[in-house]
């Protein structure tokens, strides 16, 4: 009797086993007929007992049922993405299932390649490509119809899904910081892009620096970024300069003179770099040296605003500065010395004016300019250019501009 019942115990157990294993073939079945809804709920009634939960090809099963929902989604919003995030997950956690083993039988069916087109869909084998592939479409269509956080989310899984794919990295990237303004998002995508072996990474690196420098506030990073960027490319122009300009933010004067100057032997007529070589010389004192490099900087580039602005404000200094003097004279030096200080001032005032006068028509909005040229104008009695200038002034500031 104990034999027969224990007998009968094993039948239902292998009944109850078998029964399982139906539900999941069942699925599998309704799954390759585009029966979707019903074989997910079968699957999920299979993960959740203890016969078949702890297959992997159950969990298997249920990632690629995800994956076909997931192509055939047409309306590319936040829901499409989730269905395509716990098809990655799900994929994710039956590898793991197998040890990570890519090359047994269910590694395998999850790396499967998949060629859209060849295959009808009960034969394509829903792989972890086939996601890869589908969420990259997506992303190319909702970037199409500009819906930028989408193209984003999409992108981001086609990335999360090949870390070493480089179109998607930096188109996720690049929405990210410049269309969305997150630049966190975005640095995880720059940063997967620099450990791509022959990969053209330059791009990259500037909008690493950017980011560091500019949204995060931190130089430190951003010439870390400049140091590992100039071993790829030295012959990068735009990597001095961004090495130069970051120095100088740190406060590292002498390490910035000796970078411009290694620069401007390669680059002799860079504006940007002959400027801030003008301002390292202008913070330590030379002012001979810093009107001369502002001066090559405007030869070098006629429409630059920095460097005429720079050279027109040094002689403006220096001429504020004679009359500052003549006015602290007393009555016997004013008397000998102001004629020859004033003309020189005025020499000097003279001498501004193109600099100023270019600044201002490459900003004509800027009222500091337009002042200070009328202030030069009417000192050296230019009655018709001061009117000129008072006329830009009241269409700007109004009639009552003097009285501000």
Known sequence: MKKLILSLALVGIATMAFAQKKVVKSADRN?????LEVAMTEVQAALEDPETKDDPNTLLLKAKIQTKMFEADEDNVASTVATGRGAYDDFQKTLKMVDNDKESKVGKEIFKEDIPGVLPDNLRPFSLETLKQAS???AIMTYEEEDLE???EFFNLVSDIDPSDTTSNFNAGYIAYQELGKPEEAKKHFN????VKDYDKLNTYYFLIQIASGEDKDPEQALQYVTMARKDFPEDKTLSEFEVQLLLQMNKMDEAMASVKSALKDDPNNSGLLL??????EQSGDMDGALGEYKKAVL???DFFEGNYYAGAIYLDRARAILAEVNNLSDDEWEKRAPDMSKQADGLYNDAIPYFTKA?????????ILEILFQIHTRLKNTSEAEKVNEKLVALLGPDWMER
């Open 31 to 35: 799954f390759k007929k585009g029966e």
């Open 136 to 138: 990259f479409n997506k």
């Open 150 to 152: 989408m193209s984003y």
């Open 192 to 195: 997967r892009l620099l450990e």
């Open 276 to 281: 801030r070589h003008g301002y390292l010389m």
């Open 300 to 302: 070098a580039e006629p």
């Open 360 to 368: 201002s028509e490459l900003k004509p909005e800027n009222v500091e």
